[in-house]
DNA sequence: ATTTATTGTCTAAATAGTAGACAATAAATA
DNA sequence: TATTTATTGTCTACTATTTAGACAATAAAT
């Protein structure tokens, strides 16, 4: 499962990541499926090596889950329950998984390692959901992208941070200026406004969304779009500040 | 120093605390100094016990350190550079007090312990400054309230933590109004006034001050505040949602 | 009685946010 | 070709909020 041993990471200590992606008007959340019988979702986490920034960690865990490697990030909070444990649900699939287990089991080490108390620290990230093309690794089944209204039951708390993730997101949307993470190098007024609708959950007025946004003065307005619609044709528009 | 033992604690994690005092129209942090030659200050810390809550665990050092128990507490950042250990510190420590510490040495696996790299918890707290009496612990010289504006030298990078504190103090005030927290059980405006002005660092404009603030109906007026000046007399203020 | 410094509040001006309207347009339809 | 339809871009009027200026009320000193 790690090309390191379980020494080299910090114990009881974890990362979990929320990746946002944005498909025709859905919010949505990348999560894999582990590969044993029960059902088992889980957020796309990893370890924090011994050597390594904490903010270096979570790129890495995006990166391999990803393939992007520029891919923006922000940290959001830490959960430190006393009940964050793999232990009971590890324990549990063990149980539905008897006969399957051998060539992924862990030895002793590393399953007494991996089922003690961890505190995990919670990043997002945003991405273009075109320009990636999820990865499972050993453990996974499949990882697919679920609405961020409809995502699977996912192990322990891992809904909670999902929804800390989206209130951080929220909060930070305008202020940062990181919606165009979430959308291809151009798009129109509709789509940003489709995605701002679908992040906060409700509708915005088309007129004064067009004039907030403008009056930021980040975007760069391109040719026309030729959509073949029966109407008139919108502008694409381009971020300014991309770092690209 | 302990009453528990390293193996009580989570490895590698600790919490680090800004506890935030307001006096003499000064925003002020609570700073213990250790008791060792070389003058060494760093902020109050602490680990988290393997059945112990984050949340809690912070509590329990705010508590040790100004003896009060229901005290205002907000997780704002994880610090997790490689850079941080307490070690290159503590050797320094050392070799400047080689006669003096053998009581309060660690013994070879506690330094072990103590000296590997940490990722910890950032936690700001705000207090009545009044109500605290400030608490010494084995390994400190004293404790002290410093403005923030005049901080003493600190170890590792805890002036960044107090920096990314004030930071989110700042985002947080007017939308959790938690200034309250800072000042005693009644006060005027223009002391609240003085506490913004000292927590942004900027002059608000007196009557829109006064607006604002009674706008948010959170506000119940007392009697007038006798204080021998040659003006009138000021009403004073009691915040209403005050859970005590 | 007058002066002084500060407080509480009012009003006007400037700015920002919200709602309604309409011309421009690209393609389908008559 | 003229008309209809759906959508886009923008304008203007209206409302709410923020900012700036003004002044009466007051407690004690002069």
């Known amino acids: 499962m790690y090309s390191h041993s379980e020494q080299d990471y910090i114990p009881q200590l974890s990362i979990d990541c929320v990746i946002f992606g944005y498909q ?119 990882i697919d992208w679920y609405p961020i209204k409809d995502l699977p039951p996912m192990i322990m708390d891992h809904h909670e941070i999902v929804e800390k993730a989206l209130e951080t997101l929220r909060l930070n949307l305008d202020q940062k200026l990181i919606a165009f993470n979430l959308l291809p190098e151009t798009f129109t007024m509709r789509e940003l406004q489709e995605l701002y609708e679908s992040i906060f959950d409700k509708p915005f007025a088309r007129n004064n969304f067009q004039k907030k946004i403008l009056n930021l003065n980040v975007l760069e307005r391109l040719e026309k779009k030729f959509t073949g619609a029966a109407n008139k044709a919108p502008y694409l528009y381009r971020f300014l500040n991309a770092k690209g």
Not at 49 to 62: G, V, W
Not at 78 to 86: A, D, E, L, W
Not at 88 to 93: D, G, K
Not at 116 to 135: C, T
């Open 24 to 142: 025709e008007t859905q919010l949505k959340v990348l999560v894999p499926k582990l590969d044993f019988r029960g059902d088992f979702w889980a957020l796309p986490a990893g370890f924090i090596l011994q050597d390594e920034d904490i903010d270096l960690a979570a790129r890495r865990i995006l990166e391999v889950r990803t393939g992007i490697k520029d891919i923006y990030l922000d940290q959001f909070r830490v959960f430190g329950g006393t009940g964050r444990s793999n232990r009971p649900f590890l324990e549990r699939m063990m149980s539905l998984n008897e006969g399957k287990l051998g060539s992924k089991m862990l030895n002793r080490k590393e399953f007494e390692w991996v089922t003690r108390r961890f505190v995990s620290i919670g990043y997002y990230a945003l991405v273009d959901i075109n320009k990636v093309v999820p990865q499972k690794n050993d453990m996974d089944e499949s």
